[in-house]
């Protein structure tokens, strides 16, 4: 007996040097972390539950300071709310891979814009640029007006009837249809149908991606798709990929028919026989699947491809939008003097004549409403970067093969940073220090090679439907910072609801 425990004790004295001297091997003994075990580093530490797991990394965040190391099994992740370590990071031109819990979007994402690196990424980010070009924006202005309009009515009715309700379910739908018709071409009516097979698959795969990346027992594809979680999350993988694949197929199918009626347009036109209405009525609609399949005619891109980016604009151009729209409208409804400035202008610019387009340009106030609550709630709250050579950033070692953790919030909430950084001040994008700071002190799209190639879609959409609710609408938020759950996995929400009640003007 006490041989045997003699022999338990040496193992485990030999593990914990091992463990020492792995994290010497890093160049990361001297950094700050939280208490780790051998092996399992701070694995059994972080919180499973979403909400506690956010309060947790932001009470480390102030124990351990501005820069600090947890340890996922046997890796190393450095999270920083340095604004040296994100402007070192985001804007290099070499630290471009992703962090390591986006391999788990692959199974879904393939290597799309999102997920790739190297010279795939550098391609393809070339490729489709363009697409984003302002000229090609106004083809979705009608879209993001018709499925605004919807949500309205679906407002007006809660506000006639009293009701109390959490806004992200009604926006969420309203940004997925708005994302399908988009990118797709198609019409899901998700505001119409919220219980549909492919809204269900899209909330199920976001929460398993999360869930994956925190348990390295969950890692290996080998034993998750066993697991009760993997079969869930490969069982919706299959409804979203066969939804994609469908509707690129069909398409393709339709090109030919497409072409001939350009061919028809054309003789016409020469003709003289069309007006300009006409013309418009036989033409069609460009969405982001059409001019992938017109890169593919170009023999730019395959069809792999055309399936790897309209998945990953699906996946970055839903829940953000639905993000930054639900915490707009709370922060709105908790500071009433600010929500009535808002409404004046709105009042004012509806005076003016113009399209929806011209009004939404000349919305300054709306615009730095949207801008602060992108400040206060970024809905990417974290953006991880691999580092793939040794590193010295503001006198810390970062060695290769480690990752870097930009915590988005903490900087956008850090006094050195920003004056009154927890107030929702609007009025601060119009001064003049904001202007002439450190432009990494606020990076709600990311910055630098990598920042989002989407955020002009993004805040046009944003506009459009905040415009459209506050015309219609009073907001009162019924919870308060401490009654509101939050959760800062890959998109920052509130777990208990975002509960609000609307008033119609």
């Known amino acids: 007996m006490l041989l045997t425990a003699m022999f338990l004790f040496f193992i485990y004295i030999l593990i914990k040097v091992f463990w020492k001297l792995w994290i010497y091997s890093y160049g990361l003994s001297t950094a700050s972390t939280p208490p780790t075990l051998p092996l399992f580093g701070n694995c059994l530490q972080i919180e499973s539950d979403p909400v506690k797991a956010t309060k947790q990394l932001c009470e480390w965040s102030g124990k351990y300071g501005k820069v600090f190391c947890v340890w996922v099994g046997i890796r190393p992740t450095i999270f920083s709310s340095s604004v040296n370590f994100s402007e070192a990071i985001l804007s290099s031109q070499n630290v471009i891979q992703k962090g390591f819990a986006y391999d788990f979007l692959h199974e879904w994402l393939k290597t799309g814009l999102l997920t790739s690196t190297g010279n795939k990424w550098k391609s393809r980010r070339r490729l489709l640029t363009p697409s984003f070009h302002f000229s090609i924006l106004d083809n979705f202005l009608k879209i993001f007006e018709e499925q605004g309009n919807c949500l309205i009515d679906k407002f007006r009715v809660l506000a006639k009837n009293g009701k109390i309700f959490d806004i992200q379910v009604p926006i969420g739908l309203a940004t997925l249809d708005i994302i399908c018709e988009t990118s797709m071409g198609v019409k899901i009516n998700a505001q119409y149908h919220p219980d549909s097979e492919y809204v269900t698959a899209i909330n199920i795969l976001s929460e398993e991606i999360v869930r994956r990346s925190k ?203 920003w004056k009154d950084p927890h107030n929702f001040i609007p009025e601060r994008f119009d001064q003049d220090d904001f202007v002439k700071r450190n432009p990494y002190t606020y990076i709600p799209f990311s910055a630098g090679p990598r920042n989002c190639i989407g955020q002009k879609f993004a805040m046009i959409e944003e506009k459009i439907l905040l415009y459209n609710i506050m015309k219609h609408f009073y907001v009162e938020s019924m919870q308060n910072e401490n009654e509101i759950s939050r959760t800062q996995d890959l998109i920052n929400k509130s777990a208990n609801g975002i509960m609000m009640k609307f008033y119609e003007r």
């Open 215 to 417: 348990y390295p027992w969950l890692w290996p594809i080998i034993f998750y798709k066993h697991f009760s979680c993997g079969k869930r999350y490969f069982k919706a993988l299959d409804v979203a990929h066969k939804l994609s694949f469908n509707v690129i197929n069909e398409r393709i199918k339709t090109s030919l028919q497409n072409k001939s009626e350009s061919v028809l347009i054309n003789k016409l036109d020469n003709e003289n026989v069309l007006n300009n209405e006409e013309k418009l009525g036989l033409g069609k609609k460009k969405f982001f699947l059409d001019l992938l399949l017109d890169m593919h005619k170009n023999d730019e891109i395959d069809i792999d491809g055309i399936q790897e980016e309209v998945d990953t604009f699906m996946f970055e151009g839903h829940d953000t939008t639905s993000s930054a729209l639900c915490w707009t409208l709370w922060l709105l409804g908790r500071y009433p003097q600010v929500q009535q400035k808002l409404h004046a202008e709105i009042d004012e610019v509806e005076l003016t004549s113009g399209s929806l387009y011209e009004k939404v340009r000349n919305f300054k106030y709306l615009e730095n409403v949207l801008k602060e609550s992108l400040r206060l709630y970024p809905p990417v709250p974290l953006i991880s970067r691999y580092i793939e050579e040794d590193m010295m950033i503001d006198g810390q070692f970062i060695p290769k093969k480690s990752e870097i953790a930009i915590h988005v919030m903490m900087i956008h909430l850090n006094p050195e940073y």
